[in-house]
T-cell receptor, first 110, second 118 residues
């Protein structure tokens, strides 16, 4: 069974600071996804990472994938309050099925 | 595109009643997923369909839960009888088959149905 672990589970950071969320998975996979969920809202797709060494950036968020280490990171640069949300990574395996991580609840403090 | 549509958005019912949640996937998508989200258990996959056929229902909690997909544009998740522990947000998501390599396989989530069973 594929397992996906995120850390930290909770993250409180000050505006302007940098931080990284980690996503480890247990079995070789060909695709990794990052999602964002605002409180009381649905999940919104942020990034799709398809190959080893893939890096995607959108605004203050940058995601990378190391398939050999089975690790993806979501790096936050100069955090702002609007980034407060829960971030999920998900790995696809055997086709369409996703395995989601536990989520990282990020709070950016002014 | 209207995205994934779910109804109702909120449902409050009494224990023992039947509850039916509905989902319309994005047109052209051929995979559909039902998830349940709670604070205690996080996001759980209940069942997923590919080309209207249930592929994996191992996440369905028990016989009180059933799901159908009679056609490519409609799916239901039914709970009968409902219990207070079923209270959660239920999400439906759809995607294009990743075996078609040109597609990224992202799942697009609906707004969710918040179910409260009293």
């Amino acid at each position: 069974e594929l397992k996906v672990e995120q850390n930290p589970l909770f993250l409180s950071m000050q505006e302007g600071k940098n931080y990284t969320i980690y996503c480890n998975y247990s079995t070789t996979s060909d695709r990794l996804y990052w999602y964002r969920q605002d409180p009381g809202k649905s999940l919104e797709s942020l990034f799709v990472l398809l190959s080893n060494g893939a890096v995607k950036q959108e605004g203050r968020l940058m995601a990378s994938l190391d398939t050999k280490a089975r690790l993806s990171t979501l790096h936050i640069t100069a955090a702002v309050h609007d980034l407060s949300a829960t971030y999920f990574c998900a790995v696809s395996y055997t086709g369409n099925q996703f395995y989601f991580g536990t989520g990282t609840s990020l709070t950016v403090i002014p | 595109d209207a995205g994934v549509i779910q109804s109702p958005r909120h449902e409050v019912t009494e224990m023992g009643q039947e509850v039916t949640l509905r989902c319309k996937p994005i047109s052209g998508h051929n995979s559909l997923f039902w998830y349940r989200q709670t604070m205690m258990r996080g996001l759980e996959l209940l069942i997923y369909f590919n080309n209207n056929v249930p592929i994996d229902d191992s996440g369905m909690p028990e016989d009180r839960f059933s799901a159908k997909m009679p056609n490519a544009s409609f799916s239901t998740l039914k709970i009968q009888p409902s219990e207070p522990r079923d209270s959660a947000v239920y999400f439906c998501a759809s995607s294009l088959d990743t075996l078609r390599l040109q597609y990224l396989g992202e799942q697009y989530f609906g707004p969710g149905t918040r179910l409260t069973v009293t």
